[in-house]
T-cell receptor, first 114, second 112 residues
């Protein structure tokens, strides 16, 4: 079974631009979550989607948004990029939602804002 | 804020058991304890999770105290490839949501 696929793996953007990251979950998984990892803040929860609905959102500004499609694939968008948005963005998929379900992470998208 | 506390670093000799402790004194009744590890800047790898009973799988064992305020991850025979940052996490949520709250983790160095 294929794992979680994130595209692109690496991205360089300029301040003020916007970016869209993509995540394809494991086949059959319906829950997708996004996390941001930086050296200073560590791994932080961004949002969680299940059945095309946002179930939970972390403490990030409105510039960060996401969505989930009917095939469970998910995208996240960051608008008006800032230097501090440089990070590893990780997507995790789970077969279901709730607190008793494993989450499997992709390899991440490394975003650099210059 | 993270609901777990872990030592920042630990060493272990290759072939010996690695015992990684974690405190989660504010854990709630329906919150599960998860362990992940991360090697370099790869995505975190799921290891094991549990609620109150001890759990074992092909990678590790998870021992949770009766009061659920702490737990220990045991890697029975550590190898050099087990060198990584290990995160003890409480999965917070309910029946229809569950987010992982990561702390700073423990850097485990397995030495020859």
């Amino acid at each position: 079974k294929a794992g979680v696929t994130q595209t692109p793996r690496y991205l360089i953007k300029t301040r003020g631009q916007q970016v869209t990251l993509s995540c394809s979950p494991i086949s059959g998984h319906r829950s997708v979550s996004w996390y941001q990892q930086t050296p200073g803040q560590g791994l932080q929860f961004l949002f969680e989607y299940f059945s095309e609905t946002q179930r939970n959102k972390g403490n990030f500004p409105g510039r960060f948004s996401g969505r989930q499609f009917s095939n469970s694939r998910s995208e996240m968008n960051v608008s008006t990029l800032e230097l501090g948005d440089s990070a590893l963005y990780l997507c995790a998929s789970s077969p279901r939602t709730g607190t008793n379900t494993e989450a499997f992470f992709g390899q991440g998208t490394r975003l650099t804002v210059v | 804020d993270a609901k777990t506390t872990q030592p920042p670093s630990m060493d272990c000799a290759e072939g010996r058991a690695a015992n990684l402790p974690c405190n989660h004194s504010t854990i709630s009744g329906n919150e599960y304890v998860y362990w992940y590890r991360q090697i370099h800047s790869q995505g975190p790898q799921y290891i094991i999770h549990g609620l109150k009973n001890n759990e074992t799988n092909e990678m590790a064992s998870l021992i949770i105290t009766e009061d659920r305020k702490s737990s220990t991850l045991i890697l029975p025979h550590a190898t050099l490839r087990d060198t990584a940052v290990y995160y003890c996490i409480v999965r917070v949520g309910s029946g229809n949501t569950g987010k992982l709250i990561f702390g700073q983790g423990t850097t485990l160095q397995v030495k020859p």
